[in-house]
């Protein structure tokens, strides 16, 4: 079974604080892709970065970079110099290149950015 | 460039009623995929649509039903609609492929159920 496991449901940090989510998934397929996706409170679910499994290369998007551990199957969101904007809920996901065209998704973990 | 819209955003319907919604993809985005949100399942895969075809079905009841037009938008229904079907429900477009192309998600619909 593919699956997704966020084992934060939620997380608090201060403005301007780094605060890293954790992912771990399972698969048995060895190309798939990973994503994190932000999902503020009542809008839209946006993309905040993609990683191909291939690539060794952590992907980073301007203040938010992954740490991935393929040999784990662990892929972690950091968030540098955070933002109240950031407040949202943060998902995981994952979707294989061969097989069912879907994004396996986490529980999703809730953050909160203080003033 | 548009992004991906769901119409309507809010709907009311009763138990044993049908439904339909509405998404249109991004201008030149082929595939639409359809999932569900809810506080308990989290976010599951309902299918995905490639030029008018079902491509993909995720494990929901024949209830639960789509197609896709030409001009690549696409609609759900579902029929005989029970409680447990409230939910907001997520279009997502992508390019071609749902497994190589980012998807980028529509703002819902949210479906309550009485």
């Known amino acids: 079974a593919q699956t997704v496991t966020q084992s934060q449901p939620e997380m608090s940090v201060q403005e301007a604080e780094t605060v890293t989510l954790s992912c771990t998934y399972d698969?048995?397929?060895?190309?798939?892709?990973l994503f994190w996706y932000k999902q503020p409170p009542s809008r839209q679910m946006i993309l905040v970065i993609r990683q191909e499994a291939y690539k060794q290369q952590n992907a980073t998007e301007n203040r938010f970079s992954v740490n991935f551990q393929k040999a784990a199957k662990s892929f972690s969101l950091k968030i540098s110099d955070s933002q109240l904007g950031d407040t949202a809920m943060y998902f995981c996901a994952f979707i294989v290149i061969q097989g069912a065209q879907k994004l396996v998704f986490g529980q999703g973990t809730r953050l909160t950015i203080n003033p | 460039k548009a992004g991906v819209t769901q119409t309507p955003r809010y709907l009311i319907k009763t138990r044993g009623q049908q439904v339909t919604l509405s998404c249109s993809p991004i201008?030149?985005?082929?595939?639409v995929s359809w999932y569900q949100q809810t506080p308990g399942q989290g976010l599951q895969f309902l299918f995905e649509y490639f030029s008018e075809t079902q491509r993909n079905k995720g494990n929901f009841p024949g209830r639960f039903s789509g197609r896709q037009f030409s001009n690549s938008r696409s609609e759900m229904n579902v029929s005989t609609l029970e409680l447990g079907d409230s939910a907001l429900y997520l279009c997502?477009?992508?390019?071609?492929?749902?497994?190589?192309?980012?998807?980028?998600f529509g703002p819902g619909t949210r479906l309550t159920v009485l």
């Open positions: 997502a477009s992508s390019i071609v492929s749902a497994r190589t192309d980012t998807q980028y």
């Open positions: 201008s030149g985005h082929r595939s």
């Open positions: 698969t048995s397929e060895n190309n798939y892709y």
